[in-house]
């Protein structure tokens, strides 16, 4: 196994390093002036100022599937591309993205943006392409993913509720959704909504996906929901009610019933990227972490030579360093065999990456004593993000119950219906399938 990079991971990762260093970095304080001066659901001119730059320079939709996948279609896929990277290229980059909170929209690679631009790009029509693949890709709206439900436990999807009902040459929408993330953002033109066509259907086959542009009538925004206190606008996360939302037939993405061959679709590539991100934001963490213990003094001696504090530092670049290696052999193997023979690696992946942040922002915290709680020095919202995404990939106990299921699946002597579904032979399985979950919070940072 070779662990170095080879020369086109290091020129896409160096691109992005020295375009965060040069533009993104030195306009934070610009980024936050803007956030919390006015309104908050606003676009700001910083982020669409360098997302020019970035575009202009070739950093542009890093995250869209090379040529070859094989998810590809139609023949006109080759005029909706990216750079071709693979997952293990694009993971080095977004990596460097995770460390910064909007870096990831500078690239136009943020969530949930990059799964339905991906879903438009394997399943949609060319009618669906043109009218909304072409914007979202030259980044001049947004969209969001509706799919989980107040009502409803949604880490189990096949329970949800929302109706969608075929009614001549419409659809009439009827449900209520929330962690609708985006919605706030007044760029945000489509959404892609998971509900019921048919709830006689077998259990999988009884979801749908379609499309409903956000001015439609019937479409009404309840109430932003605060993540830990903070609002993330001008991005946001929405409760949403759609009440006789009529939308053509036409918008009905694949075909009724194909929701959860959609939803694999996406789940896989496009929620490995949170986890790409988190190694960042930890590697910002622990960065912040050594700085502050460096600086100060207590019981006259530097913080850092207190040994509390070298057993977590190490113990903070050892779990960096592992988890690197288990999120670069997932995204390796998603390349190489295919994400449903890699989807115990993406399972564990969706568990150890924001617990392994998580852990080093309260030690990054605790380091900076009453100032890490404040705003002064941004781990609280670190924390607030990287915690939510233990809800926003699918729950662990989602993922962990589909690792588990693989494992002792591996250990069954007899073969039979039971043995098959622990080895993951169930396509629709919400379990195996590793996060059919609360997954529309998508707070990619």
């Known amino acids: 196994m070779d662990f170095e990079p080879t020369e086109r991971q290091v020129y896409w990762r160096d691109r992005v390093r020295d375009f965060i260093a040069k533009e993104v970095r030195p306009n934070v304080s610009v980024y936050d002036e803007q956030d919390m001066a006015g309104e908050r659901w606003k676009v700001l001119p910083i982020v669409e100022e360098t997302k020019a730059k970035a575009k202009e320079a070739g950093i542009w939709n890093l995250f869209m599937p090379p040529r070859n996948d094989s998810h590809h279609h139609v ?3 080759y005029e909706f591309e990216g750079p071709g990277l693979t997952n293990l290229e694009y993971a080095l ?5 995770g460390r910064i909170g909007w870096a990831s929209e500078v690239f136009n690679c943020s969530a949930p943006d990059t799964g339905n631009m991906e879903v438009f790009h394997r399943y949609g029509t060319r009618e669906q392409k043109d009218q909304w693949l072409t914007p979202l890709m030259n980044g001049e709206i947004r969209s969001a993913f509706l799919m989980t439900e107040p009502f409803t436990a949604s880490s189990d999807a096949t329970n949800i509720e929302t109706r969608i009902e075929r009614d001549g040459d419409e659809y009439v929408i009827n449900g209520r959704k929330w962690w609708s993330s985006g919605l706030g953002d007044p760029r945000c033109k489509i959404a892609i909504v998971m509900g019921k066509t048919d709830f006689e259907a077998k259990r999988h086959a009884q979801q749908s996906m379609v499309l409903m542009p956000i001015d439609t009538p019937g479409v009404n925004i309840l109430r932003h929901l605060p993540v830990f206190g903070y609002d993330d606008a001008p991005h946001g996360h929405m409760e949403v009610e759609m009440k006789d939302v009529r939308v053509p037939v036409t918008n009905m993405l694949l075909g009724e019933g194909r929701g959860f061959e959609i939803a694999q679709g996406r789940l896989g590539p496009g929620r490995i990227h949170h986890c790409m991100r988190t190694i960042g934001c930890a590697e910002e963490a622990l960065e912040r972490m050594c700085k502050r213990l460096q600086e100060r003094e207590a019981f006259g001696k530097p913080i850092y030579k207190h040994s509390v504090w070298e057993e977590r530092v190490a113990q903070a670049r050892i779990d960096i360093d592992m988890t690197r290696l288990l999120c670069l052999k997932a995204a390796d193997m998603m390349d190489k065999v295919g994400n449903k023979a890699a989807k115990q690696e993406i399972a564990m992946i969706k568990v150890q990456a924001p617990n392994m942040a998580l ?3 309260d030690d990054a915290i605790q380091a900076h004593g009453g100032g890490g709680v404040s705003e002064d020095y941004g781990l609280a919202r670190m924390y607030a993000n990287q915690r939510t995404l233990r809800l926003a990939d699918g729950p662990d106990e989602v993922h962990a119950r589909s690792i588990a299921r693989m494992e002792f699946g591996k250990h069954l002597p007899n073969e039979g219906p039971t043995a098959n579904a622990l080895r993951g032979g169930g396509v629709g399985d919400a379990a195996n ?11 990619a940072r």
């Open 359 to 361: 852990r080093i922002i």
């Open 433 to 443: 399938d590793g996060g059919m979950s609360s997954g529309d919070i998508g707070v």
């Open 93 to 97: 980059c977004a990596e460097e993205m």
């Open 75 to 77: 023949d006109d896929s």
